[in-house]
């Protein structure tokens, strides 16, 4: 008998489609997020509605080094930052507003 013993009968294996399924689902879940961080004073971040029209729902406005961790969520389909900032995402990082 070895000397130590790992029992993996209580582990779960996921294939590779329930692994994609899995994060599609947080996906779903948790919404997309970005990380906007103002490299000067007064940045806008606006966010927009989905449907016919779309329109404003809300603004923030950053000062240099603030950071505002925004979400796509069933309302909000998308997301404008003017000024010179830094985005973030999980699909890397822009940066505009030389």
């Given amino acids: 008998m070895p000397k130590y013993h790992v029992d993996f009968s209580g582990e779960i294996i996921y294939?590779?489609?329930?692994?994609?399924y899995l994060e599609?689902?947080?996906d779903r879940l948790m919404g997309e997020f970005i990380?906007?961080?103002a490299e000067?004073?007064?940045v806008?971040?606006?966010?927009l509605?989905?449907?016919r029209d779309t329109k404003f729902h809300?603004?923030?406005k950053l000062d240099k080094g603030e950071v505002l961790l925004a979400q796509f969520t069933e309302n909000t389909?998308?997301?404008?930052?003017?000024?010179?900032?830094?985005r973030s995402c999980r699909h890397g990082e822009i940066i505009s507003g030389e």
Avoid: D, M, P
């Fill in 15 to 20: 294939s590779n489609f329930e692994v994609v």
């Fill in 44 to 47: 806008n971040v606006i966010g």
């Fill in 24 to 26: 599609w689902e947080l």
């Fill in 58 to 60: 809300h603004t923030e």
């Fill in 77 to 86: 389909s998308a997301i404008k930052a003017r000024g010179k900032a830094s």
């Fill in 40 to 42: 000067e004073n007064g």
């Fill in 49 to 51: 509605t989905r449907g």
């Fill in 35 to 37: 990380v906007v961080k």
